[in-house]
């Protein structure tokens, strides 16, 4: 069905959007580095692949005259996202390229600034082209001429958002939403406190809590042995 | 080379920008940031802070940036680096990790640099859009931690109804930065959790608090949406969804649309019939008339004897009260019909001329009604009596000849007699007098006679100068 594939991609397209913007947020800072501007390339090319595949798929539709009310309301809320996103994305294609020029890695005008990130963020890319691990292998000089790239990129998603706004006419206004627009929040906040739970947990696992796990064990066996006395005691008297 | 013509090209880009004045203070401030926390030339100390259970990570005390702040930038007083340090806090670059408030205390408050995605130099005004998924990754992550303020909670409210039919992607956007988020290092999450937080705190600030960006939702919304400006957030969203989709709701909005659309098009349509001036035809009467002045300005051509505010001597004035006019001020008469009546000896002149021609009661009306405008109020009605009495009226003595229709009016005004009571009239006059008699005069021989500098009246002046010389 055309309108679960729209969605899925739009859901590709949501995540990449969101891993760029991740990705942007770490330019000039303590944790950029040549590994960083490839991850961008890479993550910015594939929304642009996703971005122009919706736009096929999205067009017809709505182009098509003859679509029935539901479907077309249908279509038309996944024009509305598809459009945030593209805006979205163009916005963080600009700051990168401003960021960009700014910090430029080997002959740096500035030395980066230490915000303390020091993490690396593949995970992040790799997520976005949910491909397991990424490459890296680039050149010395890539993040520049990857800032010419990044120009000529801008300029087309810029051209295809206006060109997307004068083929398809989809008045704003007239996009009912599926529900009102505080209900997502409501249901997802008694979802979002079980599920932070199970992260929280999730997460004491994780290595760098040690010393939080280590305390949590000397506590649990402290109090093991208090219980196993205060039971001695009971016997005995 | 090729990073050498991409920073040209950026620079050239962004020019214009980089002079506005707050560009310049943004680069003023990262200057002194990049200097702050670069460690090779005697940096503040960044450094993780263990307490109990947990790390603080990267971050730098108050004090350390009052010290680093008096040190190398040559501060006495210790008030002045903090009020320094406040400044560059208040605009972002800097901020408190536990606090919302921007401000630079000088005790063991600890501070962390901004991430420069987040710096204001980067010329961007975050949307709503960005403000409203930045408060639903609030309220999707840990409630304990990082609920909503009071005027976060309100805001988003406000959000919510005016983003009502975009909320569905803004919700999407949220929770995809919210599973990213998760996945990260614990470290990495606070320290992002605390730039986003304070780059908010920059652009929407505590209430109460100093806006540096002088910006807030409304606005925004305003700049985005320039025809939706007169209502409010609330009646905008609130009219379009009151109705069923089906029934109407779309057609008064559009009409606005292009009722302003049509409104633009006349307006810019009577732009371009607008008379335009040609350039060349400008320059052309520019230049006419510098050439034709240029002997009269003393500040290009120096006045003869000499100019009395240079050289103290009086000799040009004595000369210019005397009613002896020179050929160069006679020649001024000529240029323009202004030129004459400004000049005193110039109106006695046509006047003798006009009375030869018995039409002078027109000068002598144009002169009592300029006389008339600087009378004192008391002595208006007075004056108007007067000068109806002996120009106008049926049977005056001057009688000065008046169209009907400037009669009519002229009679009507004198009921309640003001300054401007004879305006038209004396337009009227002026005309008269410059098609007719000022041509006449400037062929008539008493005028020719005093521009071709008559001997007696160069001799007397040429007596004169040489008498002073003797003097001096």
């Known amino acids: 069905m055309a309108k679960e594939e729209c969605k899925a991609l739009l859901d590709a397209l949501n995540k990449a959007t969101a891993c760029y913007h991740h990705l942007v947020l770490t330019i000039g800072g303590s944790a950029d580095s040549q590994n960083l501007r490839e991850e961008l390339q890479k993550t910015r090319q594939k929304a642009q692949e996703l971005a122009v595949a919706i736009r096929t798929r999205l067009t017809a539709p709505l182009r098509d005259r003859g679509l029935g009310a539901e479907e077309r309301a249908e279509f038309e809320r996944l024009w509305v996202a598809f459009s945030g996103c593209l805006d979205l994305l163009e916005a963080d294609m600009r700051r990168a390229l401003a960021l960009g020029t700014e910090f430029p890695l080997h002959a740096p005008r500035r030395p980066l600034v230490r915000t303390g990130v020091e993490g690396c963020a593949t995970g992040v890319a790799a997520r976005a082209l949910s491909v397991r691990s990424l490459r890296h292998e680039a050149e010395r000089d890539f993040d520049v001429e990857d800032l010419h790239q990044l120009e000529l990129e801008i300029l087309q998603v810029g051209e295809m958002i206006q060109d997307m706004e004068m083929k398809v006419n989809v008045p704003r206004w007239t996009v009912q939403p599926r529900q009102a627009a505080g209900a997502e929040l409501l249901s997802s906040a008694s979802a979002g406190v079980s599920s932070v739970g199970g992260v929280s947990i999730e997460q004491r696992s994780r290595p760098c809590d040690l010393s939080k796990a280590l305390a949590a064990t000397i506590f649990s066996a402290v109090l093991l042995a208090a219980v196993a006395l205060a039971v001695c005691v009971a016997k005995l008297s | ?472």
């Open chain 2, 1 to 472: 080379m090729a990073q050498g013509s991409g920073d040209q090209r950026a620079v050239g880009i962004a020019d214009p920008e980089e002079s506005s004045p707050n560009m310049i203070v943004y680069r003023k401030i990262e200057d002194i940031i990049t200097k702050m926390q670069d460690d090779k030339t005697g940096g503040v100390p960044i450094r993780t802070v263990k307490s109990f259970l947990s790390k603080i990570p990267s971050v730098v005390t108050g004090t350390d940036i009052v010290q680093w702040l008096m040190k190398n930038l040559s501060i006495e007083d210790p008030v002045e680096a903090i009020h320094l340090g406040s400044l560059i806090a208040a605009q972002g670059y800097v901020f408190p990790i536990s606090d919302h408030v921007l401000t630079l205390k000088d005790d063991g408050t600890f501070y962390r640099f901004q991430a420069p995605y987040f710096w204001p130099s980067n010329c961007w005004e975050p949307e709503n859009t960005d403000y409203a998924i930045y408060l639903c990754k609030r309220t999707m992550q840990n409630k304990a931690r990082l609920e909503l303020a009071d005027y976060e909670a309100e805001n988003l409210a406000r959000l919510q109804r005016a983003f009502a039919r975009k909320w569905e992607f803004i919700f999407m956007q949220a929770e995809a930065q919210v599973k990213i988020d998760r996945k990260k290092d614990k470290t990495e999450r606070k320290i992002l959790d605390s730039q986003e937080r304070a780059f908010w705190d920059v652009h929407r600030p505590v209430p109460g608090c100093v806006n540096t960006t002088e910006m807030d939702i409304r606005k925004c919304r305003r700049l985005k949406n320039p025809q939706k400006v007169k209502k409010s957030v609330y009646g905008v969203t609130e009219e379009s969804q009151s109705q069923s989709p089906v029934h109407v709701p779309s057609q008064p909005i559009r009409k606005t649309t292009r009722e302003d659309v049509r409104k633009q098009i006349t307006f810019l349509n009577a732009q371009i019939d607008r008379h335009c001036l040609k350039m060349s035809k400008v320059a052309e009467s520019l230049i006419a008339y510098t050439e034709q002045y240029v002997e009269y300005d003393p500040l290009i051509t120096p006045a003869e004897p000499s100019n009395p505010w240079i050289s103290d001597d009086i000799a040009l004035w004595d000369i210019e009260m005397s009613k002896e006019p020179s050929q160069q001020r006679v020649k001024r008469w000529g240029f323009s019909f202004d030129e004459i009546l400004k000049d005193q000896v110039g109106r006695d002149q046509f006047l003798r001329f006009l009375e030869s021609e018995f039409s002078s009661e027109n000068l002598r009306f144009w002169l009592a009604v300029q006389d008339l405008k600087k009378q004192p109020l008391q002595d208006v009605a007075r004056r108007v009596e007067e000068i109806w009495q002996e120009f106008l009226a049926p049977g005056a003595a001057s009688a000065i000849n008046l169209d009907s229709h400037s009669y009519e009016i002229t009679s009507q005004n004198v009921k309640d007699g003001g300054r401007y009571t004879f305006e038209d009239a004396q337009e009227h006059i002026y005309k008269l007098m410059k098609s007719d008699s000022y041509a006449r005069f400037l062929r008539s021989n008493a005028y020719q006679d005093l521009l071709s500098a008559k001997k007696k009246g160069k001799s007397l002046a040429g007596k004169r100068l040489t008498g002073l010389m003797q003097s001096s």
